[in-house]
């Protein structure tokens, strides 16, 4: 029915976006419902809806959510994708030092504009609304991994952008941190997520984290560099049931860390080795090297679930 008018809720299930950010929209921006009858909430019309989605596309692009209302209002009859043309010669790429994404898509080219342009709200705003949408594994492989490789396939290549990194890096932990924690409900700490010692790359880290708290599972995180007495000592204290090792470069993945872990008389049951910087061919037997973010999540729920059918404490 194209001339029907719409609730803010249902607005927001077409657009995918979340009732507050179209109260933020109404509120900031003047992209609210004009429909008006008296003794009822206003509605959406059609011509509102379209400049919505063309403020939903722009934003998702990378540009900034003021520019991309006023785009929105003063194209009250375009629809969609001619929306997403005007915005063509609208954003700005930061001087035309592009952030490669591969075929990630629109968002992650969006994403990487908004970092050049160091536009942090924008950079929230997008990841924020992909958790929400997509969940964290999703958002993580589908969006910002690309984004990130790609700062750092332009850093490789010219020795700049460090503060790009350095903004997108701090956007995506605030995203992570944001992701409502498991309650007293879901049980223990079993999980214990630390960085090998010296590794200074979290980030991997804590979208494990993030997607741990997003399935109910509880864990502990100790962060960057953490020496391998100090890992021992927490594994002593606490008794997890596995532990997430992570390595980004060789330099920093020794394998007597792990070595060390299987030989502790309160051995874990799982010992995961994570990260581009274990090799394969270097690991100790026992040790499982997870291809990817959704397998180390499949994994720590599986010994989650094997605790709980255990009644293991």
Request: hydrophobic share 45%; glycine share 10%.
């Amino acid at each position: 029915m194209a001339d029907e008018a719409l609730s803010a809720g249902a607005v927001a299930r077409r657009l995918g976006v979340a009732v507050t950010t179209l109260r933020t929209w109404h509120q900031r921006y003047g992209l609210g419902p004009s429909q008006h009858i008296p003794g009822h909430h206003r509605r959406y019309t059609p011509a509102d809806l379209a400049r919505l989605e063309i403020m939903r596309r722009l934003t998702a692009e990378g540009i900034t959510p003021a520019e991309a209302a006023r785009w929105a209002k003063q194209s009250p009859g375009v629809g969609p994708a001619a929306g997403v043309r005007l915005r063509a010669g609208a954003g700005r790429d930061g001087g035309g030092q592009a952030i490669p994404v591969g075929r990630a898509g629109p968002v992650a080219r969006g994403l990487a504009r908004a970092a050049m342009r160091l536009d942090s709200a924008a950079i929230s705003e997008t990841i924020a609304n992909a958790v929400a949408r997509d969940g964290v594994v999703a958002t993580w492989d589908g969006l910002l991994r690309p984004v990130l490789a790609g700062i750092g396939e332009r850093h490789a290549a010219t020795a700049g952008l460090i503060e790009v990194e350095h903004l997108m890096s701090r956007c995506v932990s605030e995203a992570f941190a944001t992701v409502a924690r498991p309650g007293p409900a879901a049980g223990p700490a079993r999980i214990l997520l630390a960085c090998a010692d010296e590794e200074q790359h979290t980030l991997p880290l804590e979208a494990l984290a993030a997607s741990l708290a997003e399935a109910n599972v509880a864990y502990r995180m100790l962060g960057a560099r953490v020496p391998l007495a100090a890992l021992i000592e927490a594994v002593n204290r606490t008794g997890p049931a596995a532990v997430v090792l992570w390595s980004h470069t060789r330099a920093t993945a020794d394998p007597g860390q792990l070595s060390a872990l299987l030989g502790m008389v309160r051995r874990p049951l799982l010992v995961l080795a994570a990260g581009p910087g274990w090799q394969a061919d270097t690991l100790p037997a026992g040790v499982v090297r997870p291809v990817d973010l959704t397998e180390a999540v499949s994994l720590a729920l599986a010994v989650r679930d094997s605790l709980d059918q255990s009644g293991g404490a």
